[in-house]
Nanobody, 119 residues
Framework: QVQLVESGGGLVQAGGSLRLSCATS????????MGWFRQAPGKQRELVAT???????NYADSVKGRFTISRDNAKSTVYLQMNNLKPEDTAVYFC?????????????WGQGTQVTVSS
């Protein structure tokens, strides 16, 4: 069984910064990627950033140059550093794990953490 526990969300003014963390636990096998998605009210869940097992990264155009995804393999944790936040970044942010755990293929999701950016 795998658990993804997110933290670091909150309320911040436009132009501010937040860092999200996602700690994973469980016997992870065949890791393909870890990433962050977000879902704003009334909208579909969308990709924010991913980091592949080899370390390559991918970002949504809307966050390029402002957000940075990183991973600490020793802590089995993925981070999302968010700078120059904008009101349109307001959403629930979900951690995503692409891996096989206990013989069961993913993806796996965290419970989400709220990010609110005031103007």
């Amino acid at each position: 069984q795998v658990q993804l526990v997110e933290s670091g969300g909150g309320l911040v003014q436009a132009g501010g910064s937040l860092r999200l963390s996602c700690a994973t636990s469980g016997s992870i096998f065949k890791l393909t990627h870890m990433g962050w998605f977000r879902q704003a009210p009334g909208k579909q869940r969308e990709l924010v950033a991913t980091i592949a097992s080899g370390g390559s990264t991918n970002y949504a155009d809307s966050v390029k140059g402002r957000f940075t995804i990183s991973r600490d393999n020793a802590k089995s944790t993925v981070y999302l550093q968010m700078n120059n936040l904008k009101p349109e970044d307001t959403a629930v942010y979900f951690c995503n794990l692409g891996a096989t755990v206990g013989g069961r293929p993913g993806p796996y999701w965290g419970q989400g953490t709220q990010v609110t950016v005031s103007s």
